[in-house]
């Protein structure tokens, strides 16, 4: 969501920080493409997600050509950028009590 690259997944600068979380994918943000630079990889996942998702991410990475991470995922967004599958990644808590899921069409 704002552009940035990164050569890894994980970002250890910030294990010796008291916010340890964004050592998955550099924090919660609304948008991030993961991109496989391995030619046998193929698919497009959309991973609908909570912060659980920064964690798991990266076990999703090695799969797929691209794995796109997302607070909310309208379908037209899907639509534009090939998506093949659609991952819904959320804690139980979350699930029950996050009012936006009722936008997800």
């Excluded at 008291?18 to 698919?43: C, E, M, R, V, W």
């Excluded at 912060?51 to 534009?80: K, R, T």
């Amino acid at each position: 969501d704002d552009a940035k690259t990164a050569d890894s997944l994980y970002f250890p600068e910030y294990l010796e920080g008291k916010d340890q979380y964004p050592y998955f994918i550099d924090g919660n943000h609304a948008a991030t493409i993961l991109k496989n630079s391995d030619p046998a990889a193929s698919g497009k996942l959309l991973v609908v997600r909570d912060s659980y998702g920064h964690c798991f991410a990266p076990f999703l990475a090695d799969d797929y050509a691209e794995v796109h991470l997302l607070d909310l995922a309208p379908s037209v967004y899907a639509g534009q950028n090939g998506i093949t599958e659609v991952l819904l990644l959320y804690s139980t808590d979350s699930w029950a009590t996050d009012a936006s899921l009722s936008k997800l069409r």
